[in-house]
């Protein structure tokens, strides 16, 4: 691949920035026995909330589409100096939205290889998503970015990129998971794990795992008892203790399937039940994401995988903060899948909530941790974490209705919204009033009418919305009106 490199930053319109990136192509350092590599170092100002700079890579000189679809990820070698460093796929199929597909990493000041599928990448929420067979047919770039919404001074360096054809595709899950007693000792127990291998052609065997406090999440979570092409292993346990068992298929390529997991007690010799919790946590219907500020009175929602069930069982969702259980809810898990928490008040600060659910034997699920925030009446009125302006539809046509405009606020406030054409001319603002759609703590959307200030229809153009609050600028955004 002989690609086409160029810096880009958030100086251009209409984000105004004045974040910095310094590029080059040098033999000071490089990875894996090569003699070159890219070294970038960058400047994240202070004059755009959401301040960026990174590095492309074209795939051809005149940048125009190439279908890549024939591949199924890409590889390279990173290091750096210990910031976030996001990959991008840049392809004409988003259109005017910038939705990228991307994965965030975080470098380290040795070099590290990465190998990345395709299908790992995630795309941001704000735009209607794409296909990635369909983004990958008409790629133009891949994007090193270094992101914050904080300022921020780094460096990293990129070497060997190249797409890779990897079969990346995981095996289906074994089956058909037993656990039944063969001998029966004073003290001990010998166990038959029994099961149904996976029916993927490209299997190769099962890797069998077990724990005492939880069910194993990954091949390397827990005891291995168990790497082999069979379909039984015989285990030795302590008779009265639970023992937690996971198994996972695995192919010719390494790819490990889900896990299919089971409990067992020889205390009447059953199998127990099963409550996992998931990493998506909620605040109503908005998924948490680390650091997010969050208003009073809280209600977490919470999805609690009920595998092994049977009627009249009860399950327990325990929060705790900091380690102080501050909640606890009981719930039906065959009924629901979900488990609410509501009427939860916090005090201003950081909180490291946890959350872990019992199931009706009194056995833990493996704990799921977010830390959540909340603002304090000395806290300036801010967007919150990772939140931005979010304007719908994009592009706009007055002519169809009303513009939509979201965000998330850190806590109650009093919000002006200025919108400006490209030549800097305030043509529209409205004021919100702390506590009020638009001015109130999380998700708020407010609506822009079809006609600006004075009365005129929106004319076609790229148009800039800021967010003031006590005179400061709290985040800006665009919007494009095509008529």
């Known amino acids: ?285 908005k998924l948490l994401v680390n650091y997010d500020y969050i208003s009073n009175p809280l209600t977490l929602n919470v999805y609690v995988d009920t595998s092994l069930v049977s009627a009249g069982v009860v399950g327990t969702l325990v929060i705790k903060d900091a380690g102080v259980t501050i909640n606890t809810v009981t719930f039906n898990p065959v009924a629901s899948e979900n488990a609410i928490a509501s009427g939860l008040n916090l005090a201003a600060g950081t909180h490291p909530l946890t959350v872990v659910a019992v199931d009706w034997n009194g056995e833990k699920s493996a704990p799921q941790s977010i830390i959540i925030r909340v603002a304090g009446s000395s806290d300036a009125l801010a967007l919150n974490f990772n939140s931005a302006i979010l304007p719908y539809p994009s592009p706009y046509n007055p002519d169809l209705g009303t513009l939509a405009v979201s965000y998330e606020l850190n806590k109650d406030g009093n919000l002006d919204i200025y919108i400006y054409n490209i030549l800097g001319r305030v043509v529209y603002k409205n004021s919100f009033l702390a506590g009020s759609e638009g001015g109130k703590a999380g998700y708020n959307e407010i609506t822009v009418p079809a006609t600006d200030s004075f009365g005129q229809k929106w004319s076609n153009g790229v148009y800039i919305i800021r967010l003031v609050a006590d005179r400061k600028v709290i985040g800006t955004g665009k919007v494009l009106v095509l008529r």
């Not at 051809?60 to 990959?87: C, H, W």
């Not at 069998?208 to 069910?215: E, F, G, P, R, W």
């Not at 979570?221 to 302590?238: H, M, Q």
């Open 1 to 285: 691949w002989g690609f086409y490199d160029w810096t880009y930053d958030d100086t251009l319109a209409p984000n105004f920035g004045n974040s910095t990136i310094n590029m080059s192509i040098n033999n000071v350092d490089a990875a894996n026995g090569t003699t070159y590599s890219a070294y970038l170092n960058y400047t994240l100002g202070s004059a755009y909330s959401y301040r960026f700079a990174g590095f492309g890579l074209s795939v051809t000189a005149d940048g125009a589409e190439v279908d890549l679809s024939q591949y199924t990820g890409i590889e390279f070698y990173v290091k750096g100096s210990g910031n976030k460093l996001s990959l991008e796929l840049n392809s004409a199929e988003y259109g005017t939205n910038a939705n990228y597909y991307t994965k965030e990493y975080t470098t380290s000041g040795t070099w590290t290889k990465i190998v990345l599928p395709f299908k790992d990448m995630t795309q941001p929420s704000w735009a209607p998503t794409k296909d990635i067979t369909n983004v990958l047919k008409r790629m133009k770039s891949v994007q090193f970015k270094a992101s914050s919404q904080l300022i921020e001074s780094g460096w990293f360096r990129v070497d060997e990129i190249k797409f890779v054809t990897t079969d990346f595709t995981a095996p289906a899950p074994v089956t058909g998971v037993t656990v039944n007693v063969i001998a029966d000792n004073l003290t001990t127990a010998t166990v038959r794990i029994s099961w149904v291998p996976s029916t993927s052609s490209d299997n190769i065997g099962t890797m069998v795992l077990k724990s005492t406090d939880h069910y194993p999440l990954t091949p390397t979570d827990g005891a291995l008892i168990f790497n082999g092409a069979l379909n039984n292993v015989l285990d030795t346990i302590t008779k009265g203790v639970t023992y937690y068992y996971s198994l996972f298929a695995i192919d010719q390529a390494g790819n490990v399937s889900d896990r299919t997991s089971v409990g067992f007690n020889t205390n009447g010799g059953s199998q127990i039940g099963r409550l996992d919790v998931s990493s998506n946590i909620y605040a109503g219907t």
